[in-house]
């Protein structure tokens, strides 16, 4: 691990750590949890309890105006074990208050909450509608202020799908229109005006692609379903809007990343992990870069515009659970620049769709929505980022924070003869490769045609040699379990490799496609190793982590950023509160800029450099 203490610290728990902006201190008053504050009885062990999430949303004060940063109309939700609360969120200034909940609801052991979302488009000063998925596979959509709505999907007996809800996600900008990723690898389009059938819906084909096919509902008149995604051959594990609204990216127990235009339902690219499912995703604030995590334990990193796989993070020593960029410390080479998340934010969150009308030709009901929305931030908006600030949290109970530097992000796809090892810092260390390298034939993928900033002088890390272990995992092929260093454990997880599965769907033609400006085949798609979709680790650069602290006793679940700090959420239940520098209560600090600055999105210039840890 590049940023780790001596031996004899390592299995402390942080709280706080220190960045180039500051120091991150944890509010011990502005921790949420069970009231009582004791541990989830479960027989089944903690292993079987889902993990913990989180959700935010600001209501809108009687003018209409949202500050997020307010915390009396913040509202935060979460889950633990059989058990949902919803809470008034009082930030880094104010004592969490557990004893007077919003709203706490308790599920029998077979419905326990999995997921849930806050509708922010209809969110008002009286009421906001939440969706909460369950483990049976449900829907559920209830009001925690005005308890006035309390309605289910797939309920009953449960006829659309028997297994957990694993994502649920309202569509951006969609008073009523929601998905819902179930474990059985299939995800649903719903209209929560619409009420589900009394019968088994059966499903007429509506679009098919590579790896993937859409059905609609054989029915007289609109109902829900309004749409069945059938993707890859695993559990869908999650997914997530592009900035912009009109992509959606899905991450498989398969091991893939596919990014469909949600608008027309192409598949406009994929990647692959390096084995075992991916588990996590999220897209980079300007909608360039889409980043997954998985059972590698490794964070890949794929360019929309050239569609591969441009670089892997790997600094976690188990899965990966959660990856999220923080918008706030994204630096900006202009101020002028940042008219992305202001003036097009209602722009393309903005659309109509009203699904109860009638259908199209071919039966499939007309609920794709009157898209208003604009183009992906990076085709129109012209920022030119310098560098992204990325976190990710895992099952090691490790938070990592990793920026990605937009000149090695926008490295060419390369067969190097040694490998690229590059901590956040920008230090770049090579070293040999042994092996043999497959011969199948991948066009090198046209460099990002973003510009390059220069971001001052970066102080230097000292990270410890990768090269053999590099090495090892740059000639696996799948289905081999990973070596391990002298003394470390072997993992002992079976693997979701999708190498059979994923050969059974390729069309035995092998047909020629233009994609990002390179070409591949069909092949790439049965055989991912070492072409575009999954290089290996000598082919791509390979990143470490800015920073890597451990920050609980159990596994980490949850990660959001907000503008004055930062929330993750722990398997034991606690939902913890990071306090930015220079926010905490009564401080006086601010940062102070170097000679050589930045633009940050969520507020005034950050100095540009190395990190103090």
């Not at 203490?5 to 750590?17: L, N």
């Not at 509708?119 to 449900?138: E, F, R």
Request: glycine share 10%; with cysteine.
């Amino acid at each position: 691990m590049a940023v780790q203490g001596d031996s004899g610290t390592k299995e402390e728990i942080k709280t706080q750590f220190t960045t180039i902006e500051g120091v991150y201190r944890l509010l011990p008053l502005s921790e949420y949890s069970r009231p009582n504050r004791v541990a989830y009885n479960n027989s089944g062990g903690s292993g079987t309890i889902p993990p913990v999430r989180v959700s935010f949303v600001s209501l809108p004060d009687s003018s209409g105006s949202v500050n997020s940063v307010n915390g009396d109309r913040t509202k935060i939700c979460f889950n633990y074990g059989r058990e949902l609360f919803v809470y008034t969120y009082r930030g880094i200034k104010k004592a969490a208050d557990l004893t007077k909940p919003i709203d706490k609801r308790a599920y029998n052991k077979e419905d326990v909450p999995t997921c849930h979302d806050f509708n922010s488009t209809t969110a008002n000063a009286d009421g906001v509608s939440l969706l909460v998925g369950l483990l049976g596979g449900q829907v559920q959509l209830i009001d925690p202020i005005t308890k006035e709505v309390n309605k289910a999907y797939n309920a009953g007996e449960r006829l659309i799908d028997k297994t957990k809800v694993t994502c649920v996600r309202w569509i951006p900008g969609s008073p009523n229109q929601f998905l819902a990723a179930h474990s059985s690898g299939h995800m649903y389009t719903y209209n929560e005006e619409l009420m589900c059938g009394v019968d088994r819906p059966h499903y007429q084909l509506f679009k098919q692609g590579e790896g993937y096919s859409v059905y609609t509902c054989k029915t007289k008149s609109t109902r829900n379903p309004l749409y069945r995604w059938v993707i890859g051959d695993g559990s869908i594990n999650e997914f997530a809007f592009s900035p912009c609204s009109k992509y959606l990216a899905v991450v498989s127990q398969d091991g893939y990343l596919k990014v469909f235009n949600f608008d027309t339902m192409d598949l406009v690219g994929s990647a692959r992990s390096y084995y075992g499912g991916l588990l996590c995703v999220c897209w980079s604030p300007d909608g360039r870069y889409v980043v997954t995590g998985g059972e590698d334990d490794l964070i890949t990193i794929w360019s929309f515009h050239e569609k591969r796989v441009v670089a892997r993070g790997r600094g976690h020593k188990s899965w990966v659970t959660v990856v999220a960029f923080d918008s706030f410390t994204t630096l900006y080479s202009d101020m002028d620049e940042l008219d992305m998340c202001t003036d097009d934010t209602s722009k393309h969150n903005s659309y109509s769709n009203d699904v109860r009308g009638s259908k199209t030709s071919n039966g499939a009901p007309s609920s794709r929505p009157s898209s208003n929305r604009n183009s992906l931030a990076s085709d129109g908006l012209g920022l030119s980022v310098t560098s992204y600030r990325l976190g990710s949290v895992g099952q090691d109970t490790l938070l990592c924070l990793w920026d990605l530097k937009d000149d090695v992000l926008t490295q060419p796809y390369l067969r190097p003869r040694s490998s690229t090892v590059v901590s956040s810092s920008g230090v770049v260390n090579s070293g040999g490769v042994g092996g043999n390298q497959t011969g199948q034939s991948t066009a090198n993928a046209k460099c990002n045609s973003t510009k390059e900033s220069s971001v001052g002088s970066d102080a230097s890390h000292h990270s410890h040699s990768t090269n053999s272990l590099t090495a090892k995992l740059a000639n696996l092929n799948f289905g081999e379990k990973k070596d391990k260093e002298k003394g470390e454990k072997d993992h002992k997880r079976s693997l979701s490799l999708a190498s059979k599965n994923s050969t059974q769907n390729c069309k035995g033609s092998v047909n020629k496609n233009q994609v990002g400006g390179s070409t591949w085949s069909s092949e790439d798609w049965c055989k991912p190793m070492g072409t575009w979709v999954c290089p290996r680790l000598d082919e791509c650069p390979v990143l470490e982590p800015m920073i890597c602290k451990k920050i609980g006793h159990e596994r980490l679940s949850g990660l959001v950023f907000r503008e004055d700090c930062v929330i993750t959420s722990c398997q034991d239940g606690c939902v913890l509160t990071w306090c930015r520098p220079g926010k905490q209560p009564g401080s006086n600090q601010h940062s102070t800029p170097s000679p050589t600055t930045a633009v940050a999105m969520g507020g005034g210039p950050i100095a540009s450099g190395g990190t103090v840890v």
